[in-house]
Structure formats: C-alpha cells, structure tokens
C-alpha cells in the first residue's frame, strides 16, 4: 500500500495538481502559498513582455464577465420561464411583448452566451499558441478544457 502511494506522488499527474510537498520549513510554507491556483491569477514573478497590453490580453477575465452576466440573466429568465411544451411559446410571446424590458433581457443573455463561446476559444487558443499547457500548468489547462468543452455543450443546449 505504501509502495503504491509513493508511486501515486511521485505520477506527473499528482506534480501537475501538487506542485509542492507538505510545507516543513518556512520556505516551503511560502511556496506552498504563492505556488497554488493564485499563481496563475498573479504570479509571483512575471517577465516584462508578458504584461504588455495585446490583442489578446484579458481574455480570461473576460469570459469570467460573461458567465457573470449569464448566471444573472438566467436567473431572471428562469423566474419568467416555463420549460414546459404548451407554456414555452406564450412565456416567450408575454417576454417579449408584456414584461418590462423582457425582450432586452432575453437579448442580453443570447448576445453574451455567443460572445463567451467565442472569447472561451480565443482564450484557450491563446494559451494553446504560447504554450501556457506545458508543465507545470498541465493542470489548469485539463481545466480549460473540461470548461471550454462544457461552454459548448451548454451553448448548443440552450
């Protein structure tokens, strides 16, 4: 059991997620902290041409923005709306045509689920063409993935 547990730590896997043992000494304490998820948010340490302001800079924030967006236009469609065969219709006719600023909402939410599928793909595209996958940041880009991959099964899903 032992053996398979060292196996288990020493897996490019188990690195990719932990890139640091249990902290013992005050160095490794402060690894532990700025070598965690806030690391790729505000590195400790970023070289001057990583900064500069691009074409393509922002774009991770940008598509936090717009699920923000999309999680509270849901929300206030989903007070509205009725999934259900006989109702759907009418509540997208009384939307539309009865509630105040209902159409807006609607639109709002349309317009911002196809601009996060298209600034989700510009981002991990991005991050594909600067190599930002290789290790040790495999990890976040598993993530990536399994959230771009989610966008656009949501999307098509409505």
């Given at each position: ?14 690195r990719?997620?932990?890139?640091h ?12 902290v ?10 400790t340490k ?5 900064i ?24 206030l ?29 609607r639109?709002?939410h349309?317009?911002?689920?196809h ?8 981002h ?14 495999e ?8 959230l771009?991959v ?6 098509y899903?409505?």
């Amino acid at each position: 059991m032992k053996q398979m547990f060292e196996r288990l730590y020493r897996s490019q896997v188990w690195r990719s997620v932990f890139r640091h043992g249990l902290p013992e000494t005050n160095r490794t304490r402060a690894e532990t902290v700025f070598y965690n998820f806030f690391l790729h948010v505000h590195p400790t340490k970023v070289r001057k041409r990583s900064i500069r302001f691009t074409y393509t800079w922002g774009l991770g924030g940008l598509s936090l923005g717009l699920f923000i967006v999309l999680t509270i236009t849901g929300a206030l469609l989903m007070l509205y709306y009725r999934p259900s065969v006989p109702q759907a219709y009418w509540d997208m006719k009384d939307l539309q045509f009865v509630v105040s600023s209902g159409q807006f909402l609607r639109n709002m939410h349309r317009w911002a689920a196809h601009a996060m599928v298209a600034v989700v793909f510009l981002h991990m595209l991005r991050v594909f063409y600067t190599g930002a996958y290789r290790p040790p940041k495999e990890f976040n880009w598993v993530i990536g993935v399994i959230l771009f991959v989610m966008t656009i099964l949501l999307s098509y899903t409505g």
